[in-house]
């Protein structure tokens, strides 16, 4: 049995600056139809800077919908369609955190909301760490801090760390250095 759901229509009902909202008519496996709320999303890169020393650069930013402020992982979405999403880690962490990296290690890319949204956030592990220039959008308010790796792993465990893109980046970037050194 196939589980493919096949579009019968689609109809744009929102389109935003971010955001593209969707109510598609599908015919589901069973030859009966249903309603899909769909968000399209550009997708996303996002970036754990490591250090030589062992230190990990974080961000703390204020997430609207959460009405919280967030541990985060330097990222940003991929501003134009086919944009590719290293250039787009390089670019965030440099406009975020004002460092650079000269290796880039992909740790996979995730579709973090199926339910909902098309959505796919790209993860690299950034190493070899120098100054850049921070500059960040007009209306992105964040604060870079240093801390231990293993205290970011720590606070992933504890949910101290709950932003999924950035736990999921964290655990991975700590999989492959263990593999790797």
């Not at 961000?59 to 369609?81: C, M, N, T």
């Amino acid at each position: 049995m196939s589980l493919i759901e096949k579009t019968r229509k689609s109809e744009q009902v929102f389109d935003g600056v971010l955001l593209k909202v969707y109510r598609d008519e599908v015919e589901l496996p069973d030859g009966k139809t249903s309603i899909r709320e769909w968000i399209d999303h550009p997708g996303a890169s996002a970036v754990v800077p490591l250090f030589d020393n062992g230190e990990v650069l974080l961000l703390r930013q204020f997430r609207y919908p959460s009405q919280k402020v967030f541990i985060e992982v330097p990222a940003g979405k991929l501003d134009v369609p086919g944009e590719d999403p290293l250039t787009v880690a390089r670019r965030e962490l440099e406009e975020e955190t004002g460092w650079k990296a000269s290796r880039f290690t992909p740790l996979g890319s995730f579709s973090p909301c199926i339910g909902y949204s098309n959505e796919v956030i790209h993860l690299y592990l950034a190493e070899e760490l120098e100054r850049g220039t921070q500059e960040t959008d007009v209306e992105e308010f964040v604060e870079p801090f240093r801390i231990p790796f293993e205290q970011a792993i720590e606070m992933v465990l504890r949910a101290e760390i709950d932003d999924m893109k950035s736990a999921l980046a964290l655990l991975l970037a700590r999989e492959h250095i263990q593999r790797h050194s």
